[in-house]
């Protein structure tokens, strides 16, 4: 360092901090421009607090990790909430300690308790010998419960236990297990609801509830988009071995005029179809508003700005006279080139991707009289 080290790094690390050391020693765009908005946790994870919003979660992360006790993280899907629970618990004394997710929704109710609390050996038919459960495993560490509201309720019974006396016995044992482990948990139902239906226990909520963080949806955080979008791209060319695209000034404004219902999950699939097709004219329609409501902007958005009746009025005109010329113009350029589907879309100054894409999406058949025209070519 004496002699002139600009930073180093302490072995085992992940590639995310590497990455993050080189950007900054060479200076690249990306080093420049929001690294300092983006905080990698581990590969392909990081946690991105640009908006008013995320940086007062951010801040809220850093004292509620010091404190050892449980947290209901809310919010959409894909929202960010693993993320979120990744960024406490990286924040935490226990960072160096286990972080297990746990997805209640994933696994059958009657197979649910045998993974987190584990069994003895005869427990049930199979169990031929004894199995710790994810409680164990992550003992001294953090353990999330996503989707918390789909346990069952006699299992909320037992994990209030747990939150109580840290301690549970395995299936087909009475011997106590005991364990320190801290229990963060992620849910998007409706909490006043699944409180009146007893689809949640109310002490476990309210167990849980010694901290709350909402996290926004992405449409509420739109200062974030540019930021995702450049690093979902730098990340995703880097995977698939493809040259990173650019991301067009129209391209982004299409991209902050939609909603995000998926929020970070939708925009990081969009990146990946925008990297496979490698057409940014699709990818750019891919945001528009439908006739249906679905798509585009925000659907209260829509309604205003379209002021018309539950039709769609003229955006929903243009948009199906823009779908017929599209479709008549590659059955027309097809039919010129007898279905050569390369040749058309040369001739259609589009990749031959986007045509696949687009012949799938517009119902576009071959006639009987084209195929034995190809046949005998």
């Given at each position: 360092m004496r002699l002139g080290a600009i930073d180093y790094l302490t072995k085992p690390f992940q590639k995310a901090e590497l990455d993050a050391v080189i950007g900054q020693c060479v200076g690249t765009?990306?080093?420049?421009?929001?690294?300092?908005?983006?905080?990698e946790l581990c590969d392909d994870v990081f946690f991105v607090a640009a908006s008013p919003a995320m940086k007062k979660i951010r801040s809220q992360a850093a004292l509620v990790a010091n404190v050892d006790i449980p947290v209901?993280?809310?919010?959409?899907?894909?929202?960010?909430?693993?993320?979120?629970?990744?960024?406490?618990?990286?924040?935490?004394?226990?960072?160096?300690?286990?972080?297990?997710?746990?997805?209640?929704a994933a696994?059958?109710?009657?197979?649910?308790?045998?993974?987190?609390?584990?069994?003895?050996?005869?427990a049930f038919t199979g169990a031929t010998h004894p199995k710790p459960g994810k409680f164990e495993l992550c003992n001294k560490g953090t353990i999330l419960l996503d989707e918390i509201g789909e346990m069952p309720p006699l299992l909320q019974a037992k994990l209030l236990h747990v939150l109580q006396d840290?301690?549970?016995?395995?299936?087909?044992?009475?011997?106590?297990?005991?364990?320190?482990?801290?229990?963060?948990?992620?849910?998007?139902?409706?909490?006043?609801?699944?409180?009146?239906?007893?689809?949640?226990?109310?002490?476990?909520?309210?167990?849980?509830?010694?901290?709350?963080?909402?996290?926004?949806?992405?449409?509420?955080?739109?200062?974030?988009?540019?930021?995702?979008?450049?690093?979902?791209?730098?990340?995703?060319?880097?995977?698939?071995?493809?040259?990173?695209?650019?991301?067009?000034?129209?391209?982004?404004?299409?991209?902050?005029?939609h909603?995000?219902?998926?929020?970070?999950?939708?925009?990081?699939?969009?990146?990946?179809?925008?990297?496979?097709?490698?057409d940014e004219t699709l990818a750019a329609s891919e945001l528009q508003p439908r006739p249906d409501g679905g798509g585009?902007?925000?659907?209260?958005?829509?309604?205003?700005?379209?002021g018309a009746d539950s039709g769609g009025g003229l955006k929903s005109l243009s948009r199906n006279?823009?779908?017929?010329?599209?479709?008549?113009?590659?059955?027309?350029?097809?039919?010129?080139?007898?279905?050569?589907?390369?040749?058309a879309a040369a001739l259609l100054q589009i990749s031959y991707k986007a045509l696949l894409y687009k012949i799938r999406q517009y119902g576009i058949a071959q006639s009987r009289s084209t195929r034995r025209l190809s046949a005998g070519a």
């Open positions: 765009a990306k080093g420049e421009s929001y690294a300092g908005e983006i905080e209901l993280l809310l919010g959409e899907s894909g929202t960010g909430k693993e993320v979120l629970a990744r960024l406490i618990h990286k924040l935490s004394p226990r960072a160096h300690r286990t972080f297990l997710k746990v997805n209640c696994v059958p109710a009657d197979l649910l308790e045998s993974e987190l609390f584990g069994y003895e050996a005869g840290q301690q549970f016995s395995r299936l087909g044992s009475r011997t106590l297990v005991k364990v320190d482990v801290r229990i963060l948990a992620a849910t998007n139902i409706n909490i006043p609801e699944a409180l009146a239906n007893k689809r949640l226990r109310e002490d476990l909520y309210y167990r849980l509830n010694a901290f709350t963080m909402s996290l926004p949806p992405l449409r509420d955080r739109k200062e974030e988009i540019p930021i995702l979008l450049k690093h979902f791209m730098s990340r995703m060319s880097e995977s698939y071995a493809r040259p990173p695209l650019p991301l067009s000034a129209p391209l982004m404004e299409a991209c902050l005029r909603s995000w219902p998926g929020n970070l999950r939708e925009l990081s699939n969009f990146i990946k179809r925008y990297l496979v097709l490698g585009g902007m925000h659907t209260d958005a829509v309604d205003r700005s379209a006279a823009k779908d017929e010329a599209e479709a008549e113009a590659i059955s027309r350029a097809l039919e010129e080139t007898n279905w050569n589907r390369k040749q």
